[in-house]
């Protein structure tokens, strides 16, 4: 079924294989009822791998089983097996299809049945890694939100949440209420109808208050899938946790800039937006450990305090302290100047020469003047090291860890994705899916220079052979020219660090970066110097001080390997996933020049 066409040859064979194994009705209507959903739900299949194909796959089953009574109920027909089939490939056990009900509640029956039972346990097994919507329950005995929206088994029990108020809606003259409850498990909420009778009723009093609420769930007669209702105060339970002040609270339901919320960034974790953020940044952190795992890397935690200037730039943020002496001037606590890290490269080299493959993935500080959407003076950085590797081994571990993580974000974040695709980004989804399943194009730095200064477009920086590609220059060719991901490798050495290994030319060196649509490049790496001589004569040329990497040259004194490595910016990964177009919108809490409040 991987095109509209094989998909109706399948239909076909499958009507007529039916027929043969007694696996169609007896009555010519129905049995003609069936082969019309039969090709439907076959033209489905070319799509069942991506979220918007499974949905218009339920959406088609639910048409179906409203169609009557006689539906899967005497014995099975071909189209049971089909559904069970795109079921399980789908994972719609795992997670029962809540907004479709009727689809739910016949998976419901369907998974009582023995001859399932192996088959979902197995999935069950396949499906570890998938954390959402899987964990019932949080701390403070409650049901989790998420699970609660993706668990129609639920419904008729009465069960626990804990939450923030996003709206609080009286009605009927204050004869009920209807709260919208997160608990930031899911950019969905759970609506909760609470009777006006239930004890401190009256303390509803808006948006941000923090609540407690036993109820029942119920099927719910409006657009989401459930909702509880808290009504009977023998059984029920109403608590407000904390009240919030309607009058001076900053968070209420109108728009607010990205801009504004950063003032307030110890309450911005409650908008929706940065709710989102969060989660997709917590998604890209398990996936990255998870992606270096997978291949046998080593997680090697790299010093913060540092006397080495890996980049060679001098940005850096001095760190001291004086120790008091009984005679004389106060003491430098290192006797020797101190930097916050600008990268863990070059000390987690020292265990790539040791251990083979190996990762680092930490807070990293640039004292850089720059006030741009693209820079932070605190950000995280992720820097692997390969033993033994060349220029294509560390671009094909670049380009695979990339689509691994868009790939995990698709799988895992959907609903977060789906509402910054309707509020920061037109066409997210296409974009990353656009990154999945495209190879990135490779082009040597000559040639993208060619790119540029042949296209028509105007620039505001010029470039010319031996300087940086500027960001415009960056998206023109992957956004423009390539329409895609592409990968630009061999820079003129004079525009690269120190530790990049020359190409016989000695012009260049094998150097590469990653640039992706909207976001321009996104990770930077090389293969690194091995050779002693040449390493000593990039660190004269650079004008860096040799003694301060004594330990770094003696790598290739004692067993030098070829190795190489690359370096991505976290925050980079996160506004390439979410759209979202300034730096200080995907960390917690921003630092950069005159702000490091919080």
């Not at 019309?36 to 089953?61: K, V």
Request: hydrophobic residues 35%; negative net charge.
């Amino acid at each position: 079924c991987s095109s509209l066409s094989n998909s109706q040859l399948v239909a076909a064979n499958a009507k007529y294989m039916a027929r043969e194994a007694s696996l169609m009705p007896d009555s010519s209507l129905q049995q003609a009822q069936v082969i019309q959903f039969l090709h439907s739900l076959c033209g489905c299949m070319p799509f069942i791998s991506s979220p918007e194909g499974l949905e218009h796959f339920c959406s088609t089953c639910d048409k179906l089983l409203s169609q009557g009574s006689w539906a899967f109920e005497e014995r099975l027909t071909i189209l049971d097996l089909l559904i069970v089939a795109v079921a399980l490939l789908g994972g719609l056990f795992k997670k029962l299809p809540a907004s479709h009900k009727k689809l739910a509640k016949y998976l419901r029956g369907m998974k009582q049945a023995q001859f399932l039972s192996d088959e979902l346990e197995h999935q069950e097994e396949e499906s570890s890694d998938n954390k959402h919507f899987t964990i019932p329950f949080g701390t403070g005995a409650r049901y989790r939100v998420d699970y609660v929206l993706s668990s129609p088994e639920l419904i008729g029990q009465v069960i626990t949440v804990k939450g923030w108020a996003k709206t609080v809606r009286k009605q009927g003259g204050g004869a009920f209420a209807f709260v919208e409850l997160n608990d930031g498990s899911n950019i969905k909420n759970l609506q909760i109808v609470i009777d006006g009778k239930m004890p401190n009723f009256e303390l509803l009093q808006g948006t941000g208050i923090s609540l407690s609420c036993k109820g029942k769930l119920v099927d719910s007669p409006g657009s989401q899938s459930v909702e509880m209702q808290v009504k009977d105060p023998s059984e029920h339970e109403l608590v407000v946790a904390g009240l919030c002040d309607q009058a001076s609270f900053p968070i209420q339901k109108k728009g607010l800039s990205l801009e504004f919320l950063r003032s307030i960034a110890h309450l911005r974790p409650r908008t929706n937006i940065i709710g989102c953020v969060s989660r997709v940044r917590n998604a890209m952190s398990f996936a990255t450990h998870n992606f270096f795992n997978s291949r046998g890397f080593l997680y090697v935690h790299t010093p913060i305090l540092t006397a080495s200037d890996c980049e060679g730039a001098g940005e850096m943020f001095t760190v001291t302290s004086k120790i008091p002496q009984k005679e004389g001037p106060p003491k430098d606590f290192f006797n020797k100047p101190a930097f916050l890290t600008v990268s863990g490269q070059l000390a987690v080299e020292n265990y790539c020469c040791a251990l083979s493959d190996v990762y680092t993935f930490g807070p990293t500080f640039r004292a850089e003047n720059s006030h741009t959407s693209r820079h932070l003076a605190e950000f995280w950085m992720i820097e692997p090291e390969m033993a033994w590797a060349g220029l294509e081994e560390n671009m094909e571990c670049a380009e695979s860890y990339l689509k691994y993580c868009i790939k995990y974000a698709l799988d895992n974040c959907y609903d977060d994705l789906e509402f910054l695709e309707k509020f920061v980004e037109k066409g997210l989804v296409s974009r990353l899916r656009n990154v999945l399943e495209s190879p990135f194009k490779r082009i040597t730095y000559t040639e993208a220079v060619e790119i540029v200064t042949k296209a028509k477009k105007k620039f505001e920086s010029k470039v010319t052979w031996g300087s940086d590609l500027q960001s415009e220059h960056e998206r023109y060719i992957c956004e423009e020219v390539i329409k895609g991901p592409v990968i630009v490798y061999n820079y003129p050495k004079v525009l690269k660090a120190f530790y990049m290994k020359q190409n016989d030319t000695e012009e260049t060196v094998q150097a590469m970066d990653i640039l992706v649509p909207k976001i321009g490049e996104v990770i930077g790496g090389s293969v690194r110097e091995d050779r002693l001589e040449k390493l000593d004569e990039m660190i004269e040329t650079k004008e860096l001080d040799k003694e301060s990497y004594w330990w770094y040259r003696d790598l290739r004194k004692y067993g030098s390997v070829p190795h190489a490595g690359f370096g991505l910016g976290f925050e980079r990964l996160i506004m390439m996933v979410t759209g979202v177009e300034n730096i200080r919108d995907v960390i917690p809490y921003p630092r950069w020049p005159g702000h490091a409040e919080f």
